[in-house]
C-alpha cells in the first residue's frame, strides 16, 4: 500500500470514527422532538376533555392557523380560543380521541404530524372523525402547531338502525313492592350496540343479573338483542316496533340445556323519556307454560349534577 492510499484510508477511517456519533446524536434528537409532539397531542387531549379553550389555544403559535371540516379558517391564538370555547358551550361534556399516524422533520425547527381525532359528544350523536394535518414550529426550545387543516372522514357505524332506541340509555330503578330491578344502558363499540346490565334484588340481595347487547341484525333486517345472565343461561330476542313501543320475540336456553321463549314488551308511554315498563307473556320452559309476568315500571335515575 503506498503513502496516498494510507492517506485516504486514514481520512475515511477518521470520517467513520466521527459519523457514528454525529449520527446517534441527530437520531436522539429527534426522538426527543417526536417525543415532545407527541406530548403535546396528549396535552391537547386532556384540555379537549376538560373543556379548556384558553389551553388548547396556548398550543399554536401566536399568529397559528386552523382550517376546519368545512373550510372555515381561524387565524391568531384569541380566535382559536373563541372557536373552542363555543364549541364546548354546544357541546358539553364532549370528548376525543387522538392516533397519531407519522411525523416527519422536513427541516430541524419543523415537524408534520399527520392522523386521525376522534370526537365523541355526550349526546345521542354519534362519534364523528377528521383526518388532520399539523405543521408544528420550534420556537424558544418549545414545539407549537403553526397550522392545523382538518377534513371529515365516515365512521361506519349501525347508530342509524338504533336510533329509535337512543332514549333509553342511561340508569333505571323500578317502582312499587316486590323484586327491585336496577338497569343500566349505555352505547358501546362506534353506537352500533346498546349495552345492558341489569340486576334484581330480593330483600337487598341479588337473586339474578346479567348483560344484554342490542344491535342490528342486517340478515333480519330487524333488531336482535343477545342476552347473558349470571345462571348461565342465555336468549336471543327479535324486537318489532309496536304501537306501545317494542315487541320482543326470545329464546334461549337454561344452563342445563332446557329451552327457553317469551314474548317480551317494551312498553314507552308516549312523550315520556324517564319512565318505561316491562312484561313478559307466552313463557315457557321447556314443555312447561309459565304465567305472565305482571307490568315492572321502571323510572330513570336522575343524574346529579
Not at 321447556?286 to 305482571?294: A, I
Request: hydrophobic residues 40%; glycine residues 10%.
Amino acid at each position: 500500500m503506498n503513502r496516498i492510499q494510507l492517506l485516504a484510508l486514514g481520512v475515511a477511517l477518521a470520517i467513520t470514527a466521527g459519523a457514528g456519533p454525529a449520527k446517534d446524536a441527530d437520531k436522539s434528537a429527534r426522538a426527543a422532538d417526536e417525543a415532545a409532539i407527541r406530548a403535546s397531542a396528549a396535552q391537547f387531549v386532556k384540555a379537549f376533555k376538560k373543556g379548556d379553550a384558553k389551553a388548547i389555544a396556548s398550543l399554536w403559535t401566536e399568529n397559528g392557523t386552523l382550517a376546519d371540516e368545512q373550510g372555515q379558517m381561524f387565524k391568531g391564538r384569541a380566535a382559536i380560543e373563541a372557536e373552542y370555547a363555543a364549541f364546548f358551550k354546544d357541546h358539553p361534556g364532549v370528548r376525543m380521541d387522538v392516533a397519531i399516524q407519522s411525523i416527519e422533520f422536513p427541516a430541524p425547527t419543523m415537524a408534520v404530524e399527520d392522523g386521525i381525532a376522534r370526537v365523541v359528544a355526550k349526546e345521542g350523536d354519534p362519534p364523528v372523525a377528521s383526518r388532520y394535518t399539523a405543521i408544528h414550529l420550534l420556537q424558544d426550545g418549545k414545539w407549537l402547531m403553526a397550522t392545523v387543516r382538518e377534513s371529515s372522514i365516515d365512521l361506519p357505524s349501525n347508530y342509524s338502525h338504533l336510533r329509535e332506541l337512543d332514549w333509553l340509555v342511561g340508569t333505571w330503578d323500578s317502582t312499587g313492592d316486590g323484586p327491585t330491578v336496577h338497569t343500566k344502558i349505555r352505547w358501546i363499540a362506534n353506537r352500533s350496540f346498546l349495552e345492558r346490565e341489569y340486576s334484581v334484588r330480593e330483600n337487598g340481595v341479588v337473586v339474578s343479573s346479567g348483560t344484554q347487547i342490542i344491535g342490528w341484525d342486517p340478515q333480519a333486517e330487524q333488531i336482535r338483542s343477545w342476552t347473558f345472565d349470571s345462571s348461565g343461561g342465555h336468549g336471543t330476542g327479535l324486537w318489532t316496533g309496536s304501537p306501545d313501543g317494542w315487541r320482543i320475540e326470545t329464546t334461549g336456553m337454561l344452563a342445563d340445556g332446557t329451552p327457553t321463549s317469551s314474548r317480551d314488551l317494551l312498553i314507552r308511554v308516549p312523550d315520556e323519556d324517564d319512565v318505561l315498563g316491562w312484561r313478559s307473556t307466552d313463557r315457557t320452559v321447556g314443555t312447561t307454560e309459565l304465567p305472565d309476568t305482571g307490568e315492572v315500571v321502571l323510572d330513570r335515575v336522575q343524574q346529579k349534577h
